[in-house]
């Protein structure tokens, strides 16, 4: 499934950051930063798969290389606490190809030069080798004052205001969402993503009645792993499919959170298959069969192990269990025979052998010994089901007459026990 993400950042010397430096670090390339002497080389980084710079209509032609573009940039800023530019950090769908990862990117940044008139630096970034190779992202750097003709002017303020900052980010975060839900479309995929609060969520799930994914986005926030704790267990992972065993966490936060998902994924697994049994024996009823044998179709769909995934495989196989069941269950019955007692017949004989005959053999009222010498209880050790049908099969009262018979003889013997132990202390 797709995940969003989009944050914003800022690029302060209050902190001892430059846009030199975060440019360079950013496209992988060597710049010198003229206001603070120093050079940032940043050639031998790996991962970056593309870079571009996207710049207004009217921006002069220095702005395309990238280091007079940053110098540029700190040159304009002259306050020490300066602001001097934002990055706006994007997680890319996995799903899609490169080349649509790259478009959608150069959409999001074509409208944030349309939109406040900046200079925007792209890079995007392949994932870690030793992380999760679905990370694909892009860093988009984007100057924090216009830049037209005779260079950089006015601020964004639009985004520093604590009035309209919120509402700008937020409805590039809807773009940003839009953008992907279209390439994911295109390439075939069902889930889309959703730049909206957890709560916004789960309030529209619920309007929608998806009881599932309101009650997933309702559960507590994952432990997070950390960068050390994470490195160990992304390593043990690797060891673990490399071994080809069971991954085992290696610590303590790691087993947390692989039980957590363990237990998250059975509970998932455990909704899906009861909503095929209520799908399946919901179709059975509604096709005349009866109670028993619609659960008997339920319960085979719920515990089949190979599911089917795709909505029109498993209509197929939905019909083909319910007419299974068809077959075995609703054919016409003549009035008169107990269908259900002789259910019973065939699974107590498949699964008990020869005990299973006998106890069936007493349902029908017969006793054991008409079963053949040699099968009665003096040749052999009743079974459970025989012991169980006896109880069941006694009335109440030759029940309590039994006990109380058991009751005395259990008495008379201690008082023979208390008798022979009087005894034996007297001849001592």
């Known amino acids: 499934m797709a995940s969003y993400h989009l944050s914003v950042k800022t690029i302060k010397r209050s902190a001892g950051r430059s846009a030199t430096a975060a440019a360079a670090y950013r496209v992988g390339e060597r710049i010198e930063c003229q206001r603070e002497g120093r050079v940032h ?55 899609i190809s490169a080349e649509d990862r790259s478009q959608i990117t150069r959409d999001f940044a074509q409208e944030l030069v349309s939109r406040y008139g900046v200079a925007v630096d792209v890079a995007i970034h392949a994932p870690h080798r030793e992380g999760d190779q679905r990370n694909h992202h892009a860093h988009v750097l984007t100057s924090t004052r216009k830049l037209e003709a005779e260079g950089f002017t006015a601020k964004t303020r639009v985004l520093d205001s604590a009035k309209t900052g919120g509402v700008e980010i937020e409805q590039m975060r809807g773009l940003w969402a839009e953008l992907q839900n279209r390439a994911l479309e295109r390439a075939g995929e069902v889930e889309r993503v959703d730049h909206r609060s957890l709560e916004a969520q789960r309030e529209a799930a619920l309007e929608r009645g998806d009881q599932l994914s309101a009650e997933e986005l309702d559960r507590d926030p994952e432990l997070k792993l950390g960068p050390a704790a994470n490195s160990m267990e992304r390593r043990a992972k690797w060891m673990a499919e490399r071994q080809g065993r069971e991954y085992k966490p290696v610590t303590e936060r790691g087993a947390v959170v692989h039980a957590a998902r363990q237990a998250r994924a059975a509970f998932r697994e455990m909704r899906e298959r009861l909503d095929i049994a209520r799908e399946t024996y919901g179709t059975a009823r509604e096709e005349g069969q009866g109670r028993v044998s619609a659960g008997l179709a339920a319960l085979r769909a719920a515990t089949a192990k190979d599911r089917d995934r795709t909505p029109e495989d498993f209509r197929e196989r939905l019909a083909r269990v319910v007419d299974r069941s068809r077959d075995q269950d609703d054919s016409p019955k003549p009035e008169g025979r107990n269908y259900a007692r002789e259910r019973l017949k065939e699974i107590m004989e498949k699964d008990a052998g020869r005990d299973g005959q ?63 132990d009087l005894g034996e202390g007297h001849s001592l």
Do not use: C, M
Request: proline residues 4%; without cysteine; hydrophobic residues 25%.
């Open 41 to 95: 080389d940043y050639t031998r980084k790996q991962g970056i798969e593309e870079t571009f710079i996207l710049t207004p209509k009217d921006a002069p032609d220095w702005a395309t290389d990238r280091s007079r573009l940053w110098n540029e940039v700190e040159a304009s800023e002259t306050r020490r606490n300066s602001v001097t530019a934002r990055e706006w950090e994007l997680a890319l769908p996995s799903e």
């Open 358 to 420: 006998s106890a069936v053999h007493k349902l029908d009222g017969h006793s054991e010994y008409d079963l053949g010498e040699g099968t009665g209880r003096e040749a052999r050790k009743p079974s459970v089901n025989e012991r169980l049908k006896d109880v069941l099969n006694k009335p109440r009262e030759k029940l309590e007459i039994e006990g109380e018979r058991e009751q005395e003889r259990d008495e008379n013997e201690n008082e023979n026990t208390r008798d022979r």
